[in-house]
C-alpha cells in the first residue's frame, strides 16, 4: 500500500486531542489511537507520504522497519474502512 | 424600556409554543424550544405553552412555561382553533406563535391572517411548500434537488405484501402513516399486522418506503422563503429510543450534508424551521428519509452549539436580516444526552387546568394579562 486511500479532506475532518481521543468532525464518530496511530494520523493530515511515516514511526519506536510497515499499512487500511 | 417598546422588540415577546408533549420515547419539540428562548440572553418575555392533553408535561414546567392553555385537537379544525385561540388571548398577551407539530401546521397557515389582525406573529411555510415535503413527494421534490432519497409508494391494499417481492419491494420496508411512525417490517404477516394499525391510528393513505440500512444524520436550519439555509445545525444520531428518535446525538460539520440541505432549502423556498432526516448508506450516499416541518426534539442542541434558532427564529420575525443573526461556527463534537425526570404537580393545579382548559385561574382581559 503505497499511498493512503483516504481523501485528505476527510483525515482533516479527524479532530485529535491529547489523550488520543479523534474525532470526526464530518461522521460523528469517535476513535481511539495509540501514540504511534496519533503520529501516523497527523502525518497523513500533513499529506506525508508512507515511507515518510515509517521513517519517522521507526526513529520513535526504536521498531524494525517491517514491524512498522505491518503497523502502518494496517491503519492505512482501518482508515480507508472508517473515515473514508 | 417602556411596555410599548417592550413589545417590538422580540427579546420582550410573550412566546405561544405548541408540542409541549414530553413523552421520554417521543417528545415533542416544545419544552426544547422553550429551553432555548429561556437561555436567550436578554430574553423578558412570557413564555406560553399549547397544548393538547392535560398530561402533558410542559403545561406544568413552570421552567418552560410560564402559563397554559389547552387547545383542540387540530382535526375539530381552524375555526375552533381560532374560537380557542381568542378565549387564550383574554387570558394571555401573545406576540408570536411557534407551531412544533406537523399535523397542527394546516389549520395555523389556515387562520395566519386573522392572527396577524391579533397581533400574533407567525413564519410559516406556503401550503405548497408543506405539500412537496409531504412523504409521498419525497422522490419528486429530491429529483428536483438533487438529492438521493429510496423510493416511496401509497398503498391502498394490504394484499400488496403477498407479492411485493416479484414487484421489487422485497423485506425489510418500512411502513409509514402520512403524519407520524414508521416501523422496519420483515414478513408479509408483519407488514400486514403493521398496516392495519397505521390505518387504525392515522386512516389512509399507508406509505411503503424501501429501507435503507446507515448511519442516520439530521439537519434543522430557519429559511426565509428566499432559499436560503440559515443557522444550519447538524447532528448524527448516536442512541435512539424504540420509536427512532434521539436521546443522545452529537453536532459534526458534514459538507455533503450541508450541500443536501441547502438545495433542498433552495428547491423549497421554505419560510420557518425545518428538520431533514437523511441515512448515509454503505455506499456513502446521503438519502433523504423524511422532512419535518418544524423544528426538532433536539433543538435544545442549537442552544448549545451557539445556534440558538428559535431565538434567530424570532428575530427573523422581527425583521432581522440572516446576516444580522446571532449564530456561532459550527461546534461539531458537542453532544446532548437526553433524559427524563419527574415534576410534582399539585390537584389544585390538575383540577384548573381541567376545568378551564388553562393554568391561569383570572380570567383578565389581554391587556391585563401580560
Known sequence: METPATRISHLKALVLNADGHAFDTRTGRSYRLNPPAQVALLMMQDGKSRPAIIAALVALCEQPSAVVETGVDGFFKQMASYVS | ?370
Not at chain 2, 436567550?40 to 397554559?68: Q, W
Not at chain 2, 408570536?96 to 391579533?118: S, T
Not at chain 2, 402513516?177 to 390505518?199: C, G, L, M, T
Not at chain 2, 426538532?296 to 451557539?306: K, M, R, T
Request: glycine content about 8%; proline content about 7%.
Open chain 2, 1 to 370: 424600556m417602556s411596555r410599548a417598546a417592550e413589545q417590538q422588540h422580540w427579546l420582550g415577546w410573550n412566546v405561544a409554543i405548541t408540542g409541549i408533549n414530553a413523552r421520554p420515547d417521543s417528545p415533542g419539540p416544545g419544552c426544547a424550544v422553550a429551553r432555548c428562548l429561556r437561555h436567550t440572553t436578554g430574553f423578558r418575555g412570557r413564555i406560553v405553552g399549547l397544548a393538547y392533553e392535560t398530561l402533558d408535561a410542559g403545561l406544568y414546567l413552570r421552567e418552560s412555561c410560564d402559563s397554559g392553555h389547552l387547545l383542540p385537537y387540530p382535526a375539530t379544525g381552524s375555526t375552533a382553533l381560532l374560537e380557542r385561540l381568542d378565549e387564550v388571548l383574554c387570558r394571555d398577551r401573545i406576540d408570536a406563535l411557534l407551531p412544533c407539530l406537523d399535523a397542527e401546521l394546516p389549520n395555523f397557515m389556515a387562520i395566519a391572517e386573522p392572527l396577524k389582525q391579533r397581533g400574533i406573529r407567525l413564519l410559516l411555510p406556503q401550503r405548497a411548500q408543506l405539500r412537496r415535503r409531504d412523504k409521498d413527494r419525497l422522490p419528486a421534490l429530491c429529483a428536483d434537488a438533487g438529492v438521493a432519497t429510496p423510493a416511496v409508494r401509497r398503498l391502498t391494499d394490504e394484499g400488496f405484501f403477498d407479492h411485493c417481492g416479484a414487484e421489487g419491494w422485497p423485506f425489510p420496508l418500512l411502513i409509514k402513516s402520512v403524519f407520524y411512525d414508521a416501523w422496519i417490517v420483515h414478513s408479509a404477516p408483519e407488514a400486514r399486522q403493521r398496516y392495519r394499525q397505521v390505518v387504525a391510528t392515522w386512516g389512509y393513505p399507508v406509505l411503503i418506503q424501501k429501507y435503507v440500512h446507515g448511519d442516520e444524520v439530521n439537519l434543522t436550519a430557519l429559511g426565509d422563503g428566499s432559499g436560503a439555509m440559515i443557522g444550519e445545525v447538524m447532528i448524527r444520531k448516536q442512541a435512539v429510543t424504540d420509536k427512532g428518535k434521539a436521546w443522545a446525538g452529537v453536532a459534526i460539520d458534514d459538507p455533503e450534508l450541508q450541500e443536501a440541505g441547502r438545495r433542498l432549502f433552495h428547491s423549497l423556498k421554505w419560510r420557518g424551521p425545518l428538520e431533514l432526516e437523511m441515512l448515509r448508506d454503505a455506499a456513502g450516499t446521503l438519502q433523504l428519509i423524511e422532512i419535518n416541518p418544524r423544528f426538532p426534539a433536539w433543538i435544545y442542541l442549537s442552544h448549545g452549539v451557539g445556534r440558538n434558532l428559535p431565538a434567530a427564529l424570532l428575530a427573523m420575525m422581527n425583521g432581522a436580516l440572516p446576516e444580522q443573526l446571532d449564530l456561532a461556527p459550527p461546534r461539531p463534537g458537542t453532544s446532548f444526552i437526553r433524559h427524563a425526570q419527574e415534576t410534582i404537580v399539585s390537584l389544585d393545579e390538575i383540577a384548573t387546568l381541567a376545568a378551564s382548559g388553562s393554568t391561569l385561574r383570572a380570567c383578565a382581559p389581554a391587556s391585563l394579562a401580560a
